[in-house]
């Protein structure tokens, strides 16, 4: 009896019931859509990222005379030096030094810049994923980014061709395609990648009078990056209070991860506290709407009890009014938020896959529970109220 009292004043009173339950979708769509949106940026950056957070990333600073001529990079001397560093914290690790820059490359009648690697042959399945081909082998052969290689049409056999550094034009092959590694990534990104061997990039680009570009160590045990980084920071960089002597400069992935996860948690708190604004303001909507309800049902509530009718059964009477305007309310908001999320995802470039994420899904209880409990808690003070009120007087009220 007491459930049917509450939906037959809901129904009495549609328009007002309608208004209550829109600040509720409001609020929950809110919360639900920018928490969901923010989970599933968080997931998909995390796992761009994941598979290199073991990688320390080295880039040498300073310039280095080689036979006369002034260049920026690691000589063999350098690598041996780093090797050396990183054996003193661990044996479980892989170092690998490469070449890199961008150059211009012919694919049919376009041209356009690529990001050019070089590297051993033997370095190369450490670094990147090959998901078709074979890996590249001796000066004419090349791999290219999956993305790479969708945006320009290239498939197994494909030609590419380059100004060589004798300005002849060298035509490679394409012998495979490396899955894509996403922008966010430490060591190589494939993405817009040509990767051949060093003799291939000699020839292309040049050999930068053999100084490697970059070093990347990759450590089987994440939680030694930091004393590797420690190790090679005391041998190849000056004192603390002598940055001009330091001769490399050291990216740890592993704590740029943490940093990115504090600060995507610290977005992830900012945009629930806005999105709870909105539903405080249904709240206080709703509390004034029981409160409304009470005033004009007072005869009503003053016969009910004169006919036996409990306090207890007062109060839930008009506790089930809110948690009914919660409830419905609260299933709208989710219910287009899962239809918004998804297209707000996909405008960031997002999968559409990033929707069925634990961490994104966790969205729908918690969108439902919130709004349940906020009204719930607005109409607590006028169902007590309410069921506080004495009979008599009720039921002489016009």
Known sequence: ???SLAMRNLKLNKFRTILSMIGIVIGVFAICAMGMVSAGFTDEMDNMITDTADTLTLSPLGEKVVGGHTAVGFSEKDVRNIESATKSVTKEYELVP?????KPVTVGKDMLTASVYGLDSNDMSGLVTLISGTWPKGGTNVIVGEQFAEDNELRLGSRIS???VNGQEITCRVVGIMENTGLLTFGIATDSAVLGTTEWYSSVVGNNYGLYDQIIIKAYDPLDL???DEAIDKKMNGKEDKDSDNTVSILNSYELMDIFDEIMNMSSIFTTVISAISLLVAAV???NVMLMSVKERTREVG????????R??????????AGLIGLIGSIFGVALSLIVSPIFMMIMGLEFTAMFSLSVLSYVPLGIGVGLIVCLAS???PAWKAANLNPVEAMSTD
Do not use: P, W
């Open 312 to 321: 207890s059964q007062i109060l839930q009477m008009f506790l089930y009014e």
């Open 1 to 3: 009896m007491i459930v």
């Open 98 to 102: 490469y070449y890199n820059t961008y």
């Open 162 to 164: 380059f100004l060589g």
């Open 226 to 228: 930091a004393l590797i």
């Open 379 to 381: 109409g607590l003070y």
């Open 303 to 310: 016969i009910l009890r004169s006919i036996g009718t409990y």
């Open 285 to 287: 909507a709703i509390t």
